[in-house]
């Protein structure tokens, strides 16, 4: 059986680590796969075949090479992808962007954290998506 893993793609390796042990804490058995940009976004979840797919991908929206809505718009094109739960994450809340990736696929899009309360809910938020 092939181990469930949420997948995170952000340029930030602060907000990566954040977010990564903040799923830890909570679940510290969830397997976790990043990369730092758009491209190794699209790259990885093209190479994933059908047994060995996420059950969540975070992406954040302004990454180098691809933003998230690019992303999106590059992998609706893959029906495997279809029904996984796609979180996309931002410094900003910018209404034009947020359309954008929810046009593209994204379940949702929201505005990273400024405390330690902001990052508990949309640690929360990751798990449920993902049925960790």
Do not use: H
Request: hydrophobic share 45%; aromatic share 6%; charged share 25%.
């Amino acid at each position: 059986m092939i181990e469930s893993y949420i997948f995170i793609a952000d340029d930030d390796q602060e907000d990566t680590s954040m977010l990564v042990d903040g799923i830890r804490a909570v679940r510290p058995g969830v397997a976790i796969k990043t990369v730092d940009d758009g491209r190794a976004a699209v790259e990885f979840l093209e190479k994933c075949d059908a047994a060995n797919l996420p059950s969540l991908i975070v992406l954040d929206y302004k990454m180098p090479f691809l933003n998230a809505a690019d992303v999106l718009l590059i992998i609706t094109e893959q029906s495997q992808l279809a029904g996984i739960p796609k979180l996309v994450w931002s410094t900003s809340m910018q209404p034009k962007d947020a359309a954008a990736c929810v046009g593209r696929g994204a379940t949702d899009y929201i505005q990273k954290p400024a405390s330690q309360a902001e990052l508990r809910i949309i640690v929360e938020r990751v798990i449920r998506l993902g049925n960790f």
